[in-house]
């Protein structure tokens, strides 16, 4: 497979940036994509827009604008990146986000921001695993409703991840020199405080226990959220609303979202790990369980 990466310079190639993205969020028309005029607004304006190309069409793409908050004055913020079914896992979402960092640091920016669902297990590892994001926010029903397949149905819940690109823990993580903690590594030292019974292939939630008395905890979270929701919908609205409260309390209470754990037995099984602590041992890669 190959594939190049480049800039968006033609708006010829919008409308099939469109295409990748109905494909990868699995959208039924195009409601709830971003229109080519949009794409191409922010393209012009200080913005970065990158497409995947292979044999002339665009298989993946990435697209970020400028952002302002209070705490950290102007960052990157990366509102998509798709790549279509056929082509994942080639890391071809990898490569992208990379590019993007690549052209973040040429422009300035130390921090690149984006939101996603924290129930999504293969975004909790593409963006802890594979790029060491922190999360310190979380937001219930973010975008109100949304329609396309991945989201119908249950609330739009969203982790703002913080990519801080310039950081040791990134600079590790990305280079391969540092990866996610396994769950034997971390199990002795974190308290695990969701518990989960098994349906059947996949995991129903029991109960979350809020208690502050260890600085790590362990928060399981489903292996396929999608596959719980095909099975029992009621069961995947409940694994939104147990992790809510979880992912509500503990972020006020200043435990910080630092790593996916997975741990796979017969089935998949997934867990953040949190740990009370500021942010500065967690960029600088200094974590207990080492
Ligand atoms: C997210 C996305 C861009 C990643 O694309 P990709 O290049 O195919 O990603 P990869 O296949 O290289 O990586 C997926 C990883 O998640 C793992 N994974 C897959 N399903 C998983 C699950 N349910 N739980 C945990 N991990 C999972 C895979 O094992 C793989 O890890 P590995 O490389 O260590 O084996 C792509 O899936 C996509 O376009 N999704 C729809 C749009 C989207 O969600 N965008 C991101 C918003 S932040």
């Known amino acids: 497979m190959t594939v190049e990466y480049v800039e968006v310079r033609d708006p010829g190639v919008l409308w099939k940036i ?43 793409f990435v697209m970020g604008f400028t952002g302002r908050d209070e705490e950290h004055g102007l960052y990157h913020y990366s509102h998509m990146v798709g790549v279509k079914r056929s082509h994942r896992g080639h890391g071809i979402a990898l490569r992208l986000k990379l590019e993007q960092r690549e052209w973040a640091l040429r422009n300035g920016f130390s921090l690149i921001v984006w939101t996603y669902d924290p129930h999504q297990g293969l975004n909790a590892r593409f963006n ?19 329609r396309d397949s991945i989201n119908r149905g249950l609330p739009s819940d969203r982790f703002r991840v913080e990519w801080w690109i310039t950081s040791p823990r990134v600079r590790e993580r ?12 971390v199990k002795d030292v974190a308290l695990s405080v969701v518990e989960t019974k098994d349906r059947g292939g996949w995991r129903a939630v029991r109960s979350v226990r809020l208690t502050t008395e260890n ?12 596959v719980v929701r095909d099975n029992d919908f009621e069961e995947a609205l409940r694994w939104k609303m147990e992790l809510r409260r979880a992912f509500t309390y503990y972020l006020r209470k200043g435990y910080i979202v630092v790593e996916h754990v997975p741990l796979v037995e017969e089935t998949r099984r997934n867990f953040y790990l949190l740990w009370r602590t500021s942010l500065k041992p967690v960029l600088e890669g200094d974590y207990p369980w080492r």
């Open 18 to 60: 469109m295409d990748v993205m109905k494909d990868a969020w699995g959208m039924s028309d195009y409601t709830e994509a971003v229109p080519p005029h949009m794409m191409w607004a922010v393209a012009r304006n200080g913005g970065f827009l990158m497409a995947a190309v292979e044999d002339g069409e665009p298989v993946g």
């Open 215 to 226: 600085d790590l905890v362990l928060l399981e979270f489903p292996g396929d959220i999608n």
């Open 174 to 185: 990305i280079s391969g020199r540092d990866r996610a903690p396994s769950f034997d590594e």
């Open 128 to 146: 802890f695993g594979k790029l060491g994001v922190v999360d310190r926010e979380f937001h219930p029903n973010y975008y109100g409703e949304m």
